[in-house]
Structure formats: structure tokens, C-alpha cells
């Protein structure tokens, strides 16, 4: 596999996952066509050497797994661990806002989005619908409106002449985007959109009535390359699904005799406490049922190392103050190790001396990040994941740009970069070098 090869199969990935639930059923699909079975939380499972397996969480979140065929399970795992959700605009349940001709939907703010970004973009809808069946069954249907149907336009400067100084966005009053307008017509209800769009999606399906839904706003333009030679790579969400790609792809083409599990978790974005965050029971639940018995699944804990992957600051050049200058991240030049005094990122020496050592191995020059002193640091589910499993762990990231805008960027060699260090690490023994 060449850069160019991954950077597009990185940017169909990118398009085909606007939501958390698109993602998983991307990484999903990707793992049945590379051998991965497929378990289920509710049937009993009967796990064996040599084979790969997955399972999700209510569609948002997934735990990927090689029982190595050199390996027993208190060799420990080689785990990598990322999220699906992004910061986006989330559809509230009584939508519908009628002002003047024009029709509007309520949104609610999901995560810590660069709001500003998301004024004047073309933007689709896309998420999942309960509906009850005719024959009375509830059923989760994915829908995804894959065209430009939404906008919020900005007002006129004219009408706000400190919008280059102090642009106030009042998230109740003016992110409602508009979906319609008409001066004589009648416009249809939000329900009833939704209900042709699945008619369209699922012919198939005799759906009776809309119940529930959880749809999400996201940006309609596709990934891309940018720059005079291409150096760069624009797209929406890279945060963090360039990682979640990172990690099927480097857990599918690892030689698969070693121990090897992939964390695709949700919510991060608002904190990781849910039934598919990082901080809920699903890692741990997993983790039981494939080694039930609590000695030996310590063991197994204490022998592991986790590579926890989110995006990382590059220095940006009109900004420079922003960065401590001794730790300048640059595009194009290797992942950052994410180090913080206060924990908000687990790296510690141990596990940054493996990684540089992994990279080192892979032939990749990492660059280290830390946070300016007298600005706060971010997180992310590195913390969280060591906390609850007590593995030692690293937070690296592919360093991009305008993170948390509708379109964030990055280096078009980041992304394989990355892989190149993970892909080795599911291959090797390097974390074990390490004495305890
Ligand atoms: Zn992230």
C-alpha cells in the first residue's frame, strides 16, 4: 500500500461516514471483507486462536480484535483506540420553526465545534430513524440525504459591523438552518421530509410511523487535496476519523499471529460517559468475554500498550504565539506524542520511549507536543482508556489545522505516517522491550 492508495481510500471512508452510526457500519463492512467475524453482545461467543473478530454498540461504537495464532491472551494486546463522533449540529426532537416564508429547524451545539465554520456551507443531514413497521417491529434505519439541503447564512455586515472584531453567536438564535421557503405554498413538516427520504432510502421497508431519530448536520463538500503540490488534505471530520481509518486498516493488514484489539469509541466530544463512550463499560465488557478469568485478563492488562490516536495541534504560521516555541509541530513530518503535566494526555516516558522506539523501527520521525503553559490543554480518551484499564498508554495524533472547523486539515503525508507507526506496532514485539 503507497500514500496515494491510503489518502483515497481514507477520503471514501471520509465521505461515507457523516455520522458516528456511517462510521461504524464503514468500519464494519471493511472488517467482514477482511475476515473479521462478526459478534454480537447478546449470543454467547466462542472465541478461538488465530481468528479476528468485532463487535459493535448500538451502532456508534466498536471493539475490533486478532486472537494472535503465536499468542495466548495473557500475552496481552497490541491496542489502538479512537473516536467516531465529531463536533456538528444535532436535529432536536420538535424541529420544526416557521418564521416568515421560510422554514428552519432547531439544532442543538454537539461537542466543541469552531461554530463560525458552519455559517454559509452547503450542509446535509444524516443519522438514524426508529420507525414502527407494519408489522409492529421497532427498526433503526440509516438515512443520509447525501445532497446540499441545509444552510445558515450569515447576516450582512452591513447589519453587524463588529463581525470582524466580535462575532457573538447565539446558539438558540442564529444556528437554526433553513431547509425551505415558499410565499404561497404550504411548507411540509420536518417529519414528513424525513419520512419520503426513507421511503427513498429503504423501499423495501413498510414503515408505519416516524418515532425517534438522532440526525446530525455535516458539511457536503468532499474530502480533497490542497496546495500548489498537493501538500495538504482539506475535509470535514478528519477529527477523528482519519485515526478510526487509521486503526481497521492497520488491524486488517497486521500478519494477525500476535494479539492485537482497535477501540472505535463515541462521545468523545462531549466527555466519553455513555454506553459507547470511552468511558462507559463496553472496552471492559469486551474485554471480560474474551478473557474471563480476572487473573489472567490482569495479566493480560498489565502486559498491553495502548496507542490512543486524536489529532494533534500543528503550530499554525499566523498564530505562532500560540505554540510553545521549543515544541513547534509541523505537517508532513510525523505524528506528535501529546504530553501534558496534568494527565490530560496519559504519555508518560515509559510510553513515549516505546513509541519513539516503534518509530524509529518503522523508519518515522515523531515530533512531541505540549500545550503553552499559560493556556489549558485539551484531552481526549488516552486518559480515560489508562484510567479504567490501567494499560500503559501514549496519546499520539496526526498534527493538522483548524481543528474542530467544518473543514479541518492536515498533511497529505500525515495520515500514512501514522499508520506506517501503528501498523508496525500491531506487527511487533518493541512495547514488550520495555521491563516492568
Ligand atoms: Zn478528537
Redesign the pocket.
Known amino acids: 500500500m503507497n500514500q496515494s492508495h491510503y489518502n483515497k481510500n481514507l477520503f471514501t471512508f471520509i465521505s461515507s461516514s457523516p455520522t458516528p452510526y456511517h462510521a461504524v457500519t464503514g468500519i464494519e463492512d471493511f472488517l467482514h471483507l477482511n475476515g473479521f467475524i462478526q459478534l454480537r453482545e447478546n449470543e454467547q461467543w466462542q472465541l478461538k486462536k488465530g481468528f479476528s473478530y468485532f463487535v459493535s454498540r448500538e451502532k456508534s461504537a466498536t471493539v475490533a480484535f486478532s486472537l494472535g495464532s503465536n499468542e495466548e491472551p495473557e500475552h496481552g494486546f497490541r491496542m489502538l483506540a479512537a473516536?467516531t463522533d465529531s463536533p456538528c449540529l444535532q436535529i432536536k426532537p420538535q424541529p420544526d420553526i416557521k418564521t416568515l416564508s421560510y422554514q428552519q429547524l432547531g439544532v442543538e451545539v454537539y461537542g466543541g465545534g469552531l461554530l463560525g465554520t458552519w455559517f454559509d456551507r452547503d450542509l446535509s443531514l444524516a443519522g438514524r430513524v426508529v420507525c414502527e413497521m407494519a408489522d409492529g417491529n421497532l427498526i433503526a434505519l440509516p438515512v443520509d440525504f447525501n445532497r446540499p439541503l441545509l444552510i445558515i447564512p450569515s447576516i450582512a455586515i452591513h447589519f453587524n459591523r463588529e463581525a470582524n472584531t466580535n462575532n457573538n453567536i447565539d446558539r438558540q438564535k442564529h444556528l437554526p438552518p433553513i431547509i425551505a421557503q415558499s410565499i404561497d405554498k404550504q411548507l411540509p413538516d420536518f417529519k414528513s421530509i424525513l419520512f419520503d427520504q426513507l421511503k427513498l432510502e429503504h423501499p423495501k421497508n413498510a414503515i408505519e410511523e416516524i418515532l425517534a431519530f438522532d440526525l446530525f448536520c455535516y458539511d457536503f463538500q468532499k474530502p480533497g487535496y490542497m496546495g500548489i503540490n498537493n501538500e495538504f488534505i482539506v475535509s470535514a471530520r478528519l477529527?477523528?476519523l482519519l485515526s478510526c481509518h487509521a486503526g481497521m486498516t492497520a488491524l486488517a493488514h497486521a500478519d494477525r499471529t500476535m494479539n492485537c484489539l482497535l477501540l472505535c469509541a463515541n462521545h468523545?466530544?462531549n466527555g466519553s460517559t455513555s454506553a459507547t463512550g470511552a468511558d462507559g463499560s463496553f472496552i471492559d465488557s469486551v474485554l471480560e468475554r474474551i478473557i474471563p478469568a480476572l487473573e489472567t485478563r490482569r495479566i493480560a492488562l498489565s502486559n498491553s500498550f495502548l496507542i490512543s490516536m486524536?489529532?494533534a495541534h500543528a503550530t499554525h504560521p499566523n498564530y505562532l504565539d500560540k505554540m510553545d516555541p521549543a515544541h513547534q509541530i509541523h505537517l508532513n513530518k510525523g505524528p506528535a506524542i501529546k504530553l501534558n503535566a496534568n494527565q490530560r494526555y496519559a504519555t508518560n516516558s515509559l510510553s513515549a520511549a516505546v513509541y519513539k522506539h516503534i518509530c524509529k523501527e518503522a523508519n518515522v520521525t515523531p515530533q512531541e507536543f505540549v500545550m503553552r503553559s499559560d493556556l489549558p490543554c485539551g484531552s481526549?480518551i488516552g486518559p480515560i482508556t489508562a484510567a479504567r484499564l490501567g494499560v500503559r498508554t501514549i496519546d499520539v495524533g496526526s498534527p493538522s489545522l483548524a481543528m474542530h472547523s467544518i473543514r479541518e486539515l492536515t498533511g497529505s503525508c500525515d495520515p500514512f505516517l501514522l499508520y506506517r507507526t501503528i501498523v508496525h506496532f500491531l506487527n511487533s514485539d518493541t512495547h514488550k522491550r520495555l521491563s516492568k
Open positions: 473516536h477529527d477523528n468523545e466530544e486524536d489529532n481526549t
